[in-house]
């Protein structure tokens, strides 16, 4: 009796190659973790998109990332009191306009790249006065 795995298997017999019994097949969970595993995004590296903004809108990296890690630990999923949220720890209201004024409307304040960005831009145009931590 042949036995047909959808996905892996049943393909040979649109292309016209023969299936597989299901006991030559390797464990299937292993094979969708190898899989997930392969396709799973890399780690994002807080600091050095903070170093990169940084750089590129002229402000002093080393504020930056203390101001980062103050708030957040560099957690792109962090929350806070009030409803603050990301890296920088943006208020929503805050988090609205500088968003949509560094061309990430409607952005979450979770998406990493848009909070460092945003922040960034804010420090360099309004100083520290948005965070408690300096």
């Known amino acids: 009796m042949r036995a047909c795995i959808v996905g892996l298997a049943c393909l040979g017999v649109v292309f016209g190659a023969p299936t597989v019994q299901a006991e030559e097949l390797p464990e299937i969970d292993e094979i969708v973790l190898q899989i997930a595993l392969e396709d799973e995004p890399a780690p994002i590296d807080v ?55 560094v061309g990430f409307a409607g952005a979450s304040p979770f998406d990493v790249r848009a909070n ?19």
Request: aromatic share 12%; proline share 5%.
């Open 116 to 134: 460092v960005e945003a922040a960034v831009w804010l420090y360099k145009n309004e100083g520290p006065k948005h965070w408690g931590c300096k």
């Open 47 to 101: 600091p050095a998109l903070i170093v990169d903004a940084s750089r590129r809108l002229g402000v002093d990296e080393a504020v930056m990332l203390r101001i980062a890690w103050c708030e957040s630990r560099y957690d792109p999923l962090a929350r806070g009191a009030a409803g603050v949220a990301g890296v920088f720890q943006f208020a929503p209201i805050t988090w609205n306009w500088v968003a949509q004024r």
